[in-house]
């Protein structure tokens, strides 16, 4: 069995990947090269062989910064990512390479953010699950299956004089203006504008932005990204003064038809606190819970990273943002986003 270090993932990894039931959007080598245009950080890809044969995939980002160190992982900004592979062998040979990347670069850590149990001895966290649900091939029958308070709730925002629309990279600005209004409320640093135009750019075959409007005013947006049987909502905000009138509510039904009509088995609502606000609300459409796993190899004295708002640490610095201009924040969000993983 051979492990090596890909330059450029050629054919053979998407390949292995379209074949591999526990593969994910986040395994795409793509993504490597939108964080290292748009962030700097420094993709790695790690391929094991065996009788010429790929056994096993790992994508692994460097990540550096004055604030917080180095550390790796397996994949930020997304909801999954980790090791795919065929055998228990490929496997642990893929994690031993990815420690010795990780101690040559002397990172704090190493995060692998998988969906299935392993059977490793380190430190892990089950604190998120993914919210996922199986949608049929009619928009119809998925409709009917929802409660008569849900149902209620789409019809209103239907009657309200706002507009849906499905775009793409043009689309981008629109998102923004929602997307980082929401996040300075948040109190939560927002990722450059590039950022998404680069997503939508690389992924343009199956990444479409959906977005509701009160005029010419966008209140509520959405970016998803389909990859094999399953459409991904990765980013997503709703003006709040308007989620009474039900745009959140609109987007979600807009989206999940979208789903429906495109043929998509699953759609993933994307990850939560099990109990949250953002659990209920993605309850509600019958979404199922998908446990998540991460784990965490530890350089010798660190501990578990939190790098979470959430985090005690940070609640002051996040009551701040809230209070900022948005023009200010919007300017000094990429600047520390970059280095939340």
């Not at 990947?17 to 993504?31: F, K, T, V």
């Not at 990204?225 to 987007?251: F, H, Q, T």
Request: proline residues 8%; positive net charge; contains cysteine.
């Amino acid at each position: 069995m051979q492990i090596r270090e890909v330059r450029e993932p050629g054919p053979e990894w998407l390949q292995y990947l379209g074949q591999h039931p526990s593969s994910s959007l986040s395994h795409d080598p793509r993504w490597g090269k939108v964080f290292n245009a748009v962030f700097g950080h420094r993709p790695v890809y790690l391929q094991v062989e065996e009788a010429g044969k790929v056994q096993g995939v790992l994508p692994l980002v460097m990540m550096s910064s004055q604030l917080f160190g180095r550390f790796v992982v397996s994949m930020p900004y997304l909801n999954h990512g980790g090791i795919c592979a065929s055998s228990p062998q490929a496997r642990d040979s893929l994690f031993e390479k990815a420690v010795e990347l990780a101690q040559e670069f002397k990172a704090r850590w190493l995060e692998f953010r998988h969906k299935s149990r392993e059977d490793w001895s380190l430190v892990a966290r089950q604190h998120k699950v993914s919210m996922c649900l199986t949608v049929p091939r009619d928009p119809e029958i998925l409709f009917r299956s929802f409660p008569a308070k849900l149902r209620s709730q789409i019809r209103r925002a239907e009657k309200e004089e706002v507009a849906v629309r499905s775009g793409g990279l043009g689309d981008v600005g629109a998102f923004y203006k929602v997307f980082s209004r929401n996040m300075r409320d948040l109190g939560t640093p927002v990722y450059p504008k590039r950022f998404f135009e680069k997503v939508m750019e690389v992924f343009s075959e199956s990444a479409r932005i959906i977005t509701v409007y009160d005029g010419s005013f966008p209140v509520a947006s959405g970016l998803i990204v389909g990859y094999k049987d399953r459409l991904e909502i990765l980013w997503a905000s709703s003006i709040r003064e308007y989620n009474p009138l039900g745009v959140n509510m609109l987007l979600y039904w807009s989206v999940l038809e979208h789903a429906c009509k495109q043929g998509y088995r699953v759609f993933d609502f994307g990850r939560s606190t099990p109990g949250s606000g953002t659990y209920r609300f993605k309850e509600q459409w019958g979404a199922q819970p998908v446990p998540l796993h991460w784990y965490y190899w530890l350089a010798p004295g660190e501990t578990l990273p939190d790098l979470s708002p959430r985090n005690p640490r940070y609640e002051l610095a996040v009551k701040m943002w809230q209070r900022l201009p948005l023009p200010v924040a919007n300017i000094m969000g990429p600047l520390i986003s970059r280095h939340l993983p």
